[in-house]
């Protein structure tokens, strides 16, 4: 039981490049969360699915695109990536949208836009 | 607009000793406080949580207090050892899961 999972670990992208962040959960969580963490600010929301086959954008959807694929696995995509999208982007599942359900995180992605 | 505030980014205390972090918050309209740990390289994992129909939950050495007049949570870690030397992120949320607002996080140290 891995839990969520997240590829890659580290990506170096240059100004203008495309990129997909891959996500996968083996909870059977109904719910997916991508974060982004940026040096003191806490977590904040890109995108969400509440279930399979709904997104929604969260808190700093710009720049970003979402694709639940199936139950398991949700994925990030910078289409054209900038150097404010440097940072460490967390995927999370949790088993409901709604009640008191804590989110499960997987290890981070460190991605650099120079 | 930070809706959940962490004011202290680090802490440091004595192992066996007790450890209270701290957390604000501005929206009113929050009614489920949570906080996580996270260890460096990993993603946060869940420690505890608390609802707004409650001023207190204990799970092991791990406390949440709650008080919603002054809109101000704390977590207090007694005894304190070294393991749990990590950055706590205090979160806060409604109803939905999708609208959860997290501090910037307080860095533990505890030292033998």
């Given at each position: 039981n891995a839990g969520v999972t997240q590829t890659p670990?580290?990506?170096?992208?240059?100004?203008?490049?495309?990129?997909t962040l891959q996500c996968a959960q083996d909870m059977n969580h109904n719910s997916m969360y991508w974060y982004?963490?940026?040096?003191?600010?806490?977590?904040?929301?890109?995108y969400y699915s509440a279930s399979e086959g709904t997104t929604?954008?969260?808190?700093?959807?710009?720049?970003?695109?979402v694709s639940r694929l199936n139950k398991r696995e949700f994925s990030l995509r910078?289409?054209?990536?900038?150097?404010?999208?440097?940072?460490?982007y967390f995927c999370a599942s949790s088993e409901g949208p709604?009640?008191?359900y804590?989110q499960y995180f997987g290890p981070g992605t460190?991605?650099?836009?120079? | 607009?930070?809706?959940?505030?962490?004011?202290?980014?680090?802490?440091?205390?004595?192992?066996?000793?007790?450890?209270?972090?701290?957390?604000?918050?501005?929206?009113?309209?929050?009614?489920?406080?949570?906080?996580?740990?996270?260890?460096?390289?990993?993603g946060?994992?869940?420690?505890?949580?608390?609802?707004?129909?409650?001023?207190?939950?204990?799970?092991?050495?791990?406390?949440?207090?709650?008080?919603?007049?002054?809109?101000?949570?704390?977590?207090?870690?007694?005894?304190?050892?070294?393991?749990?030397?990590?950055?706590?992120?205090?979160?806060?949320?409604?109803?939905?899961n999708n609208?959860?607002?997290?501090?910037?996080?307080?860095?533990?140290?505890?030292?033998?």
């Amino acid at each position: 039981n891995a839990g969520v999972t997240q590829t890659p670990k580290f990506q170096v992208l240059k100004t203008g490049q495309s990129m997909t962040l891959q996500c996968a959960q083996d909870m059977n969580h109904n719910s997916m969360y991508w974060y982004r963490q940026d040096p003191g600010m806490g977590l904040r929301l890109i995108y969400y699915s509440a279930s399979e086959g709904t997104t929604d954008k969260g808190e700093v959807p710009n720049g970003y695109n979402v694709s639940r694929l199936n139950k398991r696995e949700f994925s990030l995509r910078l289409e054209s990536a900038a150097p404010s999208q440097t940072s460490v982007y967390f995927c999370a599942s949790s088993e409901g949208p709604i009640g008191s359900y804590e989110q499960y995180f997987g290890p981070g992605t460190r991605l650099t836009v120079t | 607009d930070q809706q959940v505030k962490q004011n202290s980014p680090s802490l440091s205390v004595q192992e066996g000793r007790i450890s209270i972090l701290n957390c604000d918050y501005t929206n009113s309209m929050f009614d489920y406080f949570l906080w996580y740990k996270k260890y460096p390289a990993e993603g946060p994992t869940f420690l505890i949580s608390i609802s707004s129909i409650k001023d207190k939950n204990e799970d092991g050495r791990f406390t949440v207090f709650l008080n919603k007049s002054a809109k101000h949570l704390s977590l207090h870690i007694v005894p304190s050892q070294p393991g749990d030397s990590a950055v706590y992120f205090c979160a806060a949320r409604g109803l939905n899961n999708n609208d959860m607002r997290f501090g910037a996080g307080t860095r533990l140290t505890v030292k033998p």
